[in-house]
């Protein structure tokens, strides 16, 4: 049995943004946001100063595929997880006809 599966990179990067409120903030961060990332969270913190600083996480968007095969899905499916980088994340597993 053949399964395929998509994986997509679990390393996120943090961004940061300083500004008078935090629609502001949010605007800088999205501006940040390199072409082929996803904005995963923004958390604005206000200390003392009133100025609004965003932290942002970002992670690559770009999925890969890969394949496996097994003598049945258990073991199909344990030969494509056996396949993921560890710096990577397994996002769907699909039986191949």
Known sequence: MKVHG????SLTQELTAEADDAE???ALI???VPEGYDLLQVHNAMPRG?????????R????????AEGADYASAREA??????GDHRLLT?????
Do not use: F
């Not at 009133?50 to 970002?58: E, H, N």
């Open 6 to 9: 998509l994986i997509q990179s």
């Open 30 to 32: 999205v501006e940040q």
């Open 80 to 85: 494509l997880r056996a396949k993921v980088p």
């Open 24 to 26: 502001s903030a949010r």
């Open 93 to 97: 597993i699909v039986v191949a006809e």
């Open 50 to 58: 009133g100025r609004v600083i965003a932290k942002a996480i970002i």
């Open 60 to 67: 690559e968007s770009a999925v890969a595929e890969i394949e």
